[in-house]
């Protein structure tokens, strides 16, 4: 491409694809500033740093979790439909038994999808109790019975003992959100625990080699600039895998009712995350049908390799099938 023909700043931004560096804060800041016009010239370059760095270009990295227990939470995540602190309309039980899991696992890799999460509502786990022991046990045995699947956990913040067990029982990937820049986290996602909690559970996962799932939420009231706050936050923590999600809002909690993000406002994040992020598994997870609907294909050629499918544990996603041929239309573009 005639880089001379771009916006100087986009034009600026093509070193990554040349050298794989990623961009600078600075850079980043000043493509988040720039109009929605030009979001799909960014897109581009994030399309091709993606198919050029990522470590699976050729094919995108598909998971599916399953709400391993659900509801009455003890934390006021505004976003959450299972915080007992909001009034979301949702089914609510307790830690659900090794065969239920192991269904579910089977159904997953049935449909060919490999990654499969565990995640329990609540705060999580700083001491090995007996429900965590039962989320162990459901681990080996899916290790035994599936040995090709990759078992992955969400389970909250962490204590030093249980990060150690999940790493002895071979768990893929962790998943704890940031969802937001650290410095917004108190005022737009919760104040019944600490972000600083959050960072201190992801240090204890890469302290056991644990590949550490993190990302976060658009659509919560943060600004263009705090997304930038957010992607170099994850930088530094040197994640694995992101996760970005849009804001689904639901009916009961605080955030019913809130405006969506603009299209070009989101291209933009997910392009500026793959530029700072140039070889990692960034992946689309919640919003991606509902919100997007016919402007999901275009987040997935603006940096993305990878989807959440199946279902966001309390809202319905789509079909895994649907999204094979979805995921094999967009392969077309690498």
Do not use: W
């Amino acid at each position: 491409m005639d880089t001379m023909t771009l916006h100087p700043q986009i034009a600026a931004a093509y070193r990554v694809l040349e050298t794989g560096e990623p961009i600078s804060r600075a850079e980043a800041l000043l493509l988040a500033d720039l109009p929605g016009e030009l979001a799909l010239d960014l897109a581009a370059l994030a399309n091709k740093v993606k198919n050029r760095y990522s470590s699976c270009a050729e094919s995108l990295h598909a998971c599916s979790i399953m709400n391993a227990k659900s509801g009455v939470c003890g934390e006021n995540c505004r976003f959450c439909a299972q915080s007992r602190h909001n009034r979301a309309d949702i089914e609510v039980y307790d830690l659900v038994d090794e065969e239920s899991v192991l269904i579910e696992a089977r159904n997953c890799m049935a449909e060919g999808v490999s990654h499969f999460g565990i995640v329990t509502s609540g705060y999580g786990y700083k001491k090995i109790t007996p429900e965590f022991q039962r989320v162990l046990a459901m681990i080996k045995r899916l290790h035994k019975e599936l040995p090709d699947l990759h078992v992955c956990a969400s389970l909250g913040v962490l204590g030093e003992e249980p990060a150690a067990a999940l790493a002895a029982h071979g768990i893929a990937h962790y998943n704890i959100n940031i969802q937001v820049a650290p410095d917004r986290y108190h005022d737009l996602i919760a104040d019944t625990h600490t972000v600083e909690e959050r960072i201190e559970t992801i240090n204890l996962l890469r302290k056991n080699n644990i590949s550490v799932c993190c990302g976060g939420i658009m659509g919560v009231g943060e600004s263009m600039h705090d997304r930038v706050a957010m992607i170099f936050a994850l930088q530094e923590l040197d994640v694995s895998v992101i996760p970005l999600n849009v804001l689904v809002p639901i009916n009961g909690t605080p955030l019913e009712g809130s405006e969506p993000v603009s299209v070009a406002d989101i291209v933009k994040a997910f392009a500026i995350c793959r530029l700072a992020h140039p070889n990692k598994i960034i992946k689309f997870a919640a919003g991606r049908e509902t919100i997007m609907k016919d402007f999901q294909g275009l987040l997935m050629l603006s940096g993305a390799n990878g989807y959440l499918t199946g279902g966001y544990l309390t809202t319905r996603g789509r079909e895994v099938a649907e999204d094979r041929m979805f995921a094999s239309q967009i392969a077309s573009f690498t």
